[in-house]
């Protein structure tokens, strides 16, 4: 018991921080509501940057750091401009961002079974509760406020910003290439074909599960976590359609139904 409140404490107090890490004008920050693809596209840029270098969860908060699990003074080192990670709710210092969305439905799925891993629920807390008690509540376990309340912030203050690009998760499965060269573009660098194909196949969800299973003791996020438990789960859309209940598919959708309809995932 005392160690699962430790990690939860420490959980908050990280995520408490992310509001008081400094911001530099021309950083370039990755920013999603929680298990919305935000580590895979990290993984992705990595890769496009560092072609020469395999990306690992060993070295991927060196390249692209977290900032909820990097010390201020660590990333004031970093070169400029600095990629970051980020799961804030709209913050106006913010200029360069490339945002993820992903259908809510899918992420209450990979969201329950973070929570598992971190030793936040155990086994026996029943996704249906979590979805109901935590996922669509204003206030949530993992104090990022709703999905709504974070996605409706960033499209409604910059959806139109020229420095702002909206990526949604399920047309980066569909068709990473597409998706990889927009990136390549915010990012103004010149990429190839050929490299954009080896950036895909190296940070292809098989990958980055072999890669978890042999070095989670390495990664900050995962090394005190459950080991019976992956991060990187299964990389794919539409499980909600078996996985959720009725009334937790309707619970979702009577929530955020306009933002939903917004983004094409209703």
């Known amino acids: ?23 530099f004008p021309d950083d370039i920050l990755i920013v999603s509501y929680p298990k919305s693809g935000n580590t895979w596209t990290r993984f992705l840029i990595a890769n496009l940057l560092f072609p020469q270098e395999p990306i690992t969860f060993a070295n991927i908060e060196d390249k692209i750091p977290d900032i909820y699990q990097s010390k201020e003074r660590e990333l004031l080192h970093i070169p400029r401009p600095r990629i970051l990670k980020s799961h804030e709710y709209f913050d106006p210092r913010y200029q360069r961002i490339i945002y993820i969305v992903r259908d809510p439905r899918d992420i209450a799925i990979s969201l329950y079974y973070y929570n598992i891993k971190f030793g936040v629920f155990n086994d026996n807390y029943s996704i249906d509760s979590f979805i109901i008690e935590h996922f669509t509540k ?129």
């Not at 018991?1 to 911001?23: C, D, N, P, S």
């Open 138 to 266: 204003k206030m949530n376990i993992n104090n990022f406020g709703t999905w709504g309340e974070d996605v409706g912030s960033w499209l409604g203050a910059k959806k139109d910003d020229s420095n702002f690009l909206l990526l949604r998760y399920e047309d980066m499965l569909s068709d990473p290439k597409i998706e990889l060269k927009k990136i390549a573009h915010h990012l103004k660098i010149s990429v190839t074909d050929e490299l954009i194909d080896k950036v895909i196949k190296q940070s292809s969800f098989e990958h980055m599960q072999l890669l978890e299973n042999n070095q989670s003791n390495l990664w900050k996020l995962t090394k005190n976590t459950r080991k019976d438990k992956f991060f990187v789960r299964s990389g794919q859309s539409g499980q909600w359609q078996n996985k959720l209940s009725t009334h937790s598919i309707k619970t979702i959708e009577s929530t955020w139904s306009q933002i939903m309809m917004q983004l094409g995932y209703l």
């Open 1 to 23: 018991m005392m160690q699962k409140i430790k990690r939860i404490i420490k959980i908050l107090i990280g995520y408490e921080f992310g509001r008081a890490v400094t911001i």
